[in-house]
């Protein structure tokens, strides 16, 4: 099969389009044939080696997708050939066809097309775990959210909005905050004009966020523990900034804040019933038009290498998807 190629760790102009096999159906696996992929930003840490999981070489990379079953191990009694789907991969969904656990698939309704279940699990799971089980997110709370046009960031000015908080969201520029508003945000800040602290500090009457949600650490991590509430939550989510912020616990102590860490591929893996209610959830919420999955650009499966630059040039907005078949 064809699939986009990682043989040495580099950057995504090393990336080949070139024939992989895959392994022998495991009993309790799933084929999937891939129709559309999700891009995430840990694709762009891994193909490079800074990502935790470092898989062996050749391999392709791609931590999502969505498709149809075309062969199901002997053990597998959840799913069936045919099946449409969304799965998490760990990697190798930029390939006409990847290999993953049953336990990692979901069937997708009938009214969602291929393109908006490839970015749904990641980022929809990674927020839905954030703001209910480790933020704790309740109705009339002020939730920040840090990148907030991003893949996760617009997710979580969504779910926020549905669970009842008021969002205030933070993009790098003027023309990311009109989509910031569309889903649900109701104030934006500029970080790159104003102070994140002072601005929130001013919307919140003086009190801060209850809840922030933090993708990109760095300068936005530093300046959410001067504006964060009492026994507000700060969820610890990625450094997209590429700095790792460290915390001064004075600030901990006298603010009676929490700093909370969020690894939804862990939560997964040790509690995948738990997260299964997340997503049927998360689902209901889509099947009710609750959620509504933004896709700003799609790239072929040779174009890997553009899509990933896109991304990483941060002037995307929502997903960026891998239309494979």
């Known amino acids: 099969m064809k699939a986009m190629v990682c043989e040495a760790w580099g950057g995504p102009e090393s990336l080949a389009l070139k024939d992989l096999a895959l392994p022998a159906l495991g009993a ?9 992929a999700g891009l995430n ?3 762009t840490l891994m193909i490079t080696g800074k990502y935790q999981m470092k898989p062996a070489f050749p391999f392709a990379p791609g931590m999502e997708c969505a498709g149809e079953i075309i062969a199901v191990g002997e053990k597998v009694t959840d799913v069936k050939v045919g ?54 997110m309740k109705p009339g709370e002020v939730l920040l959210v840090h990148g907030a046009a991003g893949g996760v960031g617009l997710n979580a000015v969504e779910l926020g909005r549905e669970l009842g908080a008021t969002v205030i969201g933070t993009v790098g520029s003027d023309e990311k905050a009109a989509i910031v508003k569309e889903y649900g945000a109701a104030h934006v800040i500029n970080y790159s004009t104003e102070s994140i ?17 933090d993708a990109v650490g760095g300068d936005a991590f530093d300046q959410s523990l001067r504006c964060i509430n009492w026994d507000g939550r700060l969820l ?7 700095r790792i912020p460290e915390a001064p616990a004075n600030l901990a102590l006298i603010k009676g804040c ?10 997964a893996a040790r509690e995948p019933e738990k997260n299964r209610a997340n997503f049927a959830a998360l689902l209901a919420l889509y099947e009710h038009g609750k959620l509504k999955p933004h896709v700003s650009q799609s790239f072929a499966l040779d174009q890997v290498p553009q899509a990933m630059a896109a991304l990483l040039s941060r002037k995307t907005t929502g997903k960026v998807v891998i239309k494979v078949s």
């Open 83 to 136: 099946d449409r789907v969304m799965a998490t991969t760990g990697h190798g969904s930029f390939a006409e066809q990847v290999q993953c656990p049953a336990s990692n698939v979901f069937k997708i309704p009938a009214s969602m097309p291929y393109e908006a279940a490839a970015g749904f699990p990641i980022t929809y799971g990674t927020t839905y775990h954030a703001l209910v089980d480790r933020g704790r």
């Open 236 to 242: 610890v989510i990625g450094f997209a900034s590429g």
């Open 258 to 267: 929490s700093i909370v860490g969020v690894f939804w591929g862990a939560f």
């Open 197 to 213: 602290k002072d601005r929130v500090k001013e919307l919140t009457g003086g009190n801060g966020a209850d809840v922030i949600y």
């Open 41 to 43: 930003f840990p694709d």
């Open 28 to 36: 309790k696996d799933v084929r999937i044939k891939v129709h559309v």
